[in-house]
């Protein structure tokens, strides 16, 4: 299908699903969305190398035979399923530098940058937000570039949202 073409047969997606399903990714997991149901589901690799794999399945705890099958159902049915955009997609890092330039105030701009350099970045320009009493504003900020990402992928792939 083209992207832009809308999924006929579809309901709407809950666009905060679609957020969660970005954010709960991992480096060795993808979120997808399921076509049929409007569903989203995240697939951690190493459920997917078990789907594929003969082993028994009698021998792991109930939830994890669960993912196992759904991640089967996956693997066959390919095509009802979209990828999310991956944490890749989302350049957490341009968000904060985006975020710092916005501030109107100099001096909380200029240490906030020097702070988002080098090794531990993330956790130096949190204790910045804390000591400038920004952080709320900052999750806002982020909640925001978060959800144009969604709403922008959701569009790219003509998927209605709610």
């Not at 970005?22 to 076509?35: C, V």
């Not at 159902?73 to 999310?84: G, S, T, V």
Request: with cysteine; charged share 30%.
């Amino acid at each position: 299908m083209e992207p832009g073409t809308p999924y006929r047969h579809m309901m709407k997606v809950n666009l905060k699903k679609i957020i969660e399903g970005i954010e709960f990714q991992g480096d060795e997991s993808q979120s997808y969305l399921k076509i049929s149901s409007g569903e989203v589901v995240l697939f951690a690799d190493e459920v997917l190398a078990a789907a594929e794999s003969d082993e028994d399945l009698s021998v792991h705890a109930e939830w994890y035979r669960e993912a196992i099958e759904q991640a089967q159902e996956f693997i066959n049915n390919e095509d009802d399923y979209i990828p999310l955009p991956s944490k890749f997609d989302f350049h957490e890092y341009r968000v904060i530098e985006e975020f710092i330039l916005s501030l109107p105030i100099g001096e909380q701009r200029d240490e906030l940058l020097s702070l988002i350099k080098g090794k531990g970045a993330f956790a130096r320009f949190k204790h910045g937000l804390e000591r400038f009493l920004l952080l709320e504003k900052w999750y806002q900020y982020r909640d925001r570039a978060l959800t144009e990402l969604a709403e922008g992928w959701c569009r790219d792939n003509g998927i209605e949202f709610q």
